[in-house]
């Protein structure tokens, strides 16, 4: 996952008790033509939006558009909250239970959050929008599922549609130029390449791969990665959405297994599990490491410390030129409506502004990923190019599947703590895979 992300199950049980719905009383959705574009009729507004978007780039992103929303409707005025992502999560559940909830805020995908707030009618679906604003017809269709629920908050990946992301993520490697040329290899264009890289790197006495495992998610990546090249997308996006499939399937056994051959080759620090993972780019950018997997989230850093030093490549595939492989990855998080808004309607405005091509502009400008295509502006920097264009064959290929932490409520601690004892070589492949099954399993039995 992008950021750190807490399953908070006291506050989904708050959510459910104290949220519409909880006792029967969903509200009921707009029909289209109730819907109202007119948000100068609305009068006087303040829309309060609480959003996690507070490093430099996402804040000025914010700042700059909400003062350009403002502009155009003059009407209504943005109250921002903004918090970091644990903390949003941990006040989220009161705040949607109380007298004065947000209109709008960031809610993360997955059984954990949107799921479990859809639920207990907590959310407003967009669909009765489709017809104003045309938000499916937006986004690629991959990135609407992942932000689709069905009502009663059992499956991810269909139903309505509850949030709209600014951004767009993809989980890919990124590589250090002097490393490379120091080491006389070239960015990968296969798989096998990039896994003779690591063994080049290693017999030269470099660290091939920087992770830093502390919080136990961050491995997922790595997983991720390694999925990707044993399980097809479909496959994938099914085990995480419930649809077949299981963890202790003989592909998932392979990557969990390639995971853990790294980890005794040495392909990770010594101190793999003992790392802070925000604090990765001041390693990596002191030559820790060849190459680091990881998403947009490390963008900015990395540029502000390496300049053009710094590159990234979606994960090879298994020949050059073939199809992509598949890879983590999907809308940022996303904007959502809450049921108890006073303004659904602006609310609804604001959702659509923050997601056209020119408000894409402004996030490219700022130095964030556009989940779609920015009506003029370009990347600047040489990783910014090279995320923008694995972002639009991600897109374009259909090759993102979903973060695997959205597949039950508890499977990021579940999923990161046998990685991490794979890693460590406490657990087998197979062993690890039998305790996510387990997890996974309990999950499904009671959805």
Not at 199 to 209: D, N, V
Request: aromatic share 8%; with cysteine; charged share 20%.
């Amino acid at each position: 996952m992008r950021k750190p992300f807490v399953v908070l199950t006291a506050a989904l049980v708050a959510v459910s008790a104290c949220a519409p719905g909880s006792g029967g009383d969903k509200p009921k959705p707009k029909a289209p033509s109730a819907v109202s574009t007119d948000i100068a009729k609305a009068g006087p507004v303040t829309l309060t939006v609480w959003d996690q978007e507070v490093l430099g780039g996402q804040n000025e992103q914010m700042e700059k558009l909400n003062a350009a929303f403002h502009a155009k409707y003059p009407n209504v005025t943005i109250k921002r909250v903004s918090r970091s992502f644990t903390d949003l999560e941990k006040t989220l559940r009161l705040a949607l239970s109380g007298a004065n909830p947000p209109d709008v805020v960031e809610a993360n995908q997955g059984y954990g959050i949107m799921a479990a707030l859809v639920k207990a009618g907590a959310l407003v679906p967009l669909d009765p929008y489709e017809q104003a604003y045309g938000f499916r017809k937006r986004f690629p269709a991959g990135l609407t599922q992942l932000n689709s629920v069905t009502p009663d908050g059992k499956s991810l990946g269909s139903g309505n549609l509850y949030g709209v992301s600014m951004t767009g993520e993809a989980v890919g490697i990124y590589y250090n130029t002097d490393k490379l040329t120091k080491l006389g290899i070239k960015p990968p264009t296969t798989w096998a390449e990039f896994e003779q890289d690591l063994a080049t790197a290693k017999g030269k006495g470099e660290t091939p791969i920087y992770l830093a495992n502390l919080e136990k998610f961050p491995a997922i990546h790595e997983f991720g990665v390694l999925l990707g090249q044993t399980t097809g997308k479909d496959a994938l996006r099914n085990l995480v959405f419930g649809r077949g499939g299981a963890w202790t399937d003989p592909s998932i056994v392979q990557a969990a297994q390639k995971l853990a051959d790294w980890a005794k080759n040495g392909y990770f620090p010594s101190d793999v599990n003992a790392g802070k993972y925000n604090d990765s780019p001041g390693p990596f950018a002191k030559g820790e490491g060849v190459f680091l997997i990881g998403g947009p989230w490390f963008a900015a850093d990395l540029q502000k410390k390496m300049g053009d030093k710094v590159r990234y490549l979606l994960p090879p595939p298994a020949q050059a030129g073939g199809a992509p492989a598949a890879t983590l990855g999907g809308p940022g998080l996303p904007l959502v409506i809450t049921s108890k808004s006073k303004h659904p309607d602006v609310a609804a405005a604001y959702l659509n502004f923050m997601t056209t091509p020119q408000a894409m502009d402004v996030v490219t400008q700022t130095g964030g990923l556009a989940a779609v295509a920015p009506a003029s502006a370009q990347p600047t920097t040489a990783v910014g190019r090279d995320l923008s264009a694995a972002w639009k064959t991600a897109s374009d290929k259909d090759i993102l599947v979903p973060y695997l932490d959205y597949s039950t409520t508890t499977f990021l601690d579940t999923l990161g703590g046998v990685l991490q004892e794979i890693i460590a070589g406490r657990k087998t492949a197979q062993q690890g895979m039998q305790e996510a099954q387990r997890d996974y399993a309990a999950f499904l039995a009671k959805r």
